[in-house]
């Protein structure tokens, strides 16, 4: 599976084929003597680099009651459209599940080579949010073409709260002047 490096919104899906007790340790880094990273999850997808906080692991009996089908339209953002398709084959998953984001490879450009226990699903992307404005037909939306005024509150000097900041300053040493003298 390619990844590029602009990839944005892309959630990939796959099963995990281990038993309850194994998972914690497929899905934990460890640190050899040398400092070198050890992480089977990692190593099962094939990635050069996965970033841990873009990575879910967690069992289908976590969304009983909701749904795979749910947890991917409303918890991730993907369309039914792509959804739908797939409706029974993911109502059908049991024991743990993997998603892997885009942001879980910071923009690092690279091939994944998923292996056992790792088993894709599908590979899903976000529905876009409709970023388009409606038009502005108010009178107060049309451009300014009239000539800048000053701000009846500026100074004509352009320096406003310059002499309050002076005159902060005079009360405040004059209480610390106070203060220390009694």
Partial sequence: MEISALERGVHRLFAINLVAEDIAAF??????DDDEVEWPLKSALGAQYLDHDFVEVFPISNLDGYGMVNYLVE???ISTDQVEPLRAQLENLTGYVLIVSSAAFSGAAQTITPRAPLRHIATFSETPIDMTALPLDSDAAAPYSGVPTASPNTPPNG???GSLIVVGLAVLVGLVLWWALR
Avoid: D, L
């Fill in 27 to 32: 899905t934990q880094e460890t640190y050899t």
């Fill in 75 to 77: 918890g991730n953002g």
């Fill in 159 to 161: 320096r406003a709260g």
